[in-house]
């Protein structure tokens, strides 16, 4: 195919541009000569290019921020297994409940005002209450048992109390 004529009007002497995929998704237009349409139309593609690349980023973290939060609601909205009422037995053998909230508060019905916190900690429930005591409420086999420990008493010695747990309501 032969080149037309140099004099002809209709010819618009112009070098191509490059239009390169940049890391971040963004476009770059390489410097050369253009009349000015075609600088317009690159500037215009341009722009449109980047706002893609920006909305594109926009929207991968709101989807992630979304997850996330999800998640955490979730994990924060599932019950324990531990909430609820347990019948357990204290160190002469008499029944009494203790009570485990979802807020991390526990009460027990032994003794005038027995208060305490609560936290999971893997298999078990761990309370510390007001008197100084702590009780673990953990799962053995098919089945839960009741550990309580004086106060100052090391939760890996021998217990001063242990018995059945059983969940009530």
């Keep these: 195919m032969s080149q037309p004529p140099r004099g002809n009007p209709w010819v618009v002497q112009a070098s191509c541009r490059q239009l390169t995929e940049s890391s971040t998704g ?3 237009i390489h410097n050369s000569t253009v009349g000015a349409q075609n600088a317009e ?3 215009a593609l341009r722009t449109h290019i980047q706002e893609e690349a920006t909305m594109r980023r926009e929207l991968i973290t709101t989807v992630a921020a979304g997850c996330l939060i999800g998640m955490t609601s979730l994990s924060a909205l599932a019950a324990s297994a531990f909430e609820g009422v347990w019948q357990v037995k204290d160190t002469a053998g008499q029944p009494f409940e203790i009570t485990l909230s979802s807020g991390g508060a526990a009460k027990a019905t032994r003794g005038e005002g027995m208060t305490g916190t609560w936290k999971e900690e893997g298999d078990a429930a ?3 209450w007001n008197t100084g005591w702590t009780t673990k409420i953990a ?3 098919n089945q839960y ?4 420990y004086r106060k100052g008493q090391a ?7 242990s ?4 969940k009530v309501k």
Excluded: M
């Design 26 to 28: 963004a476009a770059e």
């Design 145 to 148: 048992h009741k550990t309580a």
């Design 163 to 166: 018995s059945d747990a059983q």
């Design 126 to 128: 761990v309370i510390t």
């Design 41 to 43: 139309f690159w500037l």
């Design 155 to 161: 939760l890996d010695a021998a217990p001063a109390n």
């Design 139 to 141: 799962k053995q086999g």
